[in-house]
């Protein structure tokens, strides 16, 4: 018989970060899936992120415990990891004890941790767009200066000599990001590879642990060209290269609740919209924007028949018939926010 191969290497990746940077999570977890995909390291070795908001992964949350406590027991420590991805843009997190030592947040805490064992590979990102605060969001502006203090301290530079302790991977938007982080884990598991003395990786086998949780590899079923149909959302993972649109797009929708998206014929507004910003919103891109309603319609010869089929396919029923409906908004456009404020209250 011949001899059985080992399995590939499986490298845990920790994801750590405050909540306001969920696209970068997202982007995390697509980014591990492409290096699977790519020639090289296809079936050849394997991921297993280890993250609090992966689906699938959550951490139950023992009352006799504090939160950090219930995910060390849930989840394995970053130190226990491999690769310890490390993400802050305008929030530090709450501040906490934990087993004697005040931490600024859990993300401080699992980086410090992660820190602590020479054979895990920390990398820590930080977003420098500037976040826009409204005047009165008095703990938005609070703990952006925490951050902005967490980067200035003895952790990063040396106080008495002014160098630098350690190094920081900036990027301006999400999409920046991904591109980064592409570039950043290729070199990272090449390193992991080479200090593991791995066999070579056109004679590793892709047989796996059956029990191992890890990033599948999926294949895309059918064209991945709608052909003169606009990509929709169910089209975001074949949808590539307008990333820097769709970051100015949730910027736009962040600064103004009105946003026009205007272009020629065919130049890719829908698409934009469809695969774009609107998978972004789903990953709560705008905090809370995970649970908006979207209507969806085309306007046509008759824009307020649309727009009230629209709102009942994402809304229960109106409370009216449609031509009473036409008939009201038309003498009095404010009664349409009046009754999605009403089909909010009964969602």
């Known amino acids: 018989m011949p001899e059985k191969l080992p399995p590939p290497p499986l490298f845990r990746v920790f994801v750590s970060s405050p909540g306001d940077v969920p696209e970068e999570r997202q982007a995390v977890l697509e980014v591990l899936e492409w290096l699977l995909n790519r020639p090289v390291f296809r079936e050849k070795l394997s991921f297993r992120p280890v993250a609090w908001d992966k689906p699938g992964a959550g951490v139950p949350m023992d009352a006799r415990m504090t939160p950090q406590e219930a995910i060390d027991a849930g989840l394995p420590k970053p130190s226990e990891c491999d690769i310890v991805v490390v993400i802050l ?176 014929s065919g130049s890719g507004k829908s698409s934009l919209v469809g695969a774009g910003l609107l998978p972004r919103l789903e990953t709560n891109a705008i905090p809370g924007s995970k649970d908006w309603r979207v209507v969806q319609f085309t306007p046509g010869k008759e824009p307020f028949d649309a727009l009230f089929d629209g709102i009942n396919k994402s809304f229960a029923p109106l409370p009216k018939d449609k031509q009473a409906f036409v008939e009201e908004i038309t003498r009095n456009p404010a009664t349409l926010g009046k009754l999605l404020n009403t089909a909010l209250e009964s969602a």
């Open 89 to 264: 843009w305008s929030r530090m997190g709450t501040p906490f004890s934990y087993k004697g030592v005040d931490y600024l947040s859990g993300t401080h805490y699992e980086l410090l941790n992660a820190l602590n064992n020479p054979q895990t590979y920390p990398l820590i990102y930080r977003r420098t767009e500037k976040k826009l605060f409204d005047s009165d969001d008095d703990e938005g502006i609070a703990q952006d200066k925490k951050v902005k203090s967490f980067f200035k301290s003895d952790l990063f530079y040396d106080s008495a000599t002014g160098q630098i302790r350690r190094g920081v991977n900036k990027y301006k938007s999400p999409a920046d990001f991904k591109k980064q982080f592409e570039t950043d884990l290729e070199s990272t598991v090449l390193k992991l590879l080479e200090r593991q003395a791995a066999q070579p990786l056109s004679i590793l086998s892709p047989n796996l642990a059956p029990e191992t949780q890890i990033i599948a590899t999926k294949k895309w079923e059918g064209s991945p060209f709608p052909g003169l149909r606009s990509f929709k959302r169910t089209d975001a993972p074949i949808f590539f290269g307008r990333e820097a649109e769709t970051d100015a797009l949730v910027r736009k929708v962040v600064e103004s609740r009105f946003v026009a998206v205007v272009g020629a």
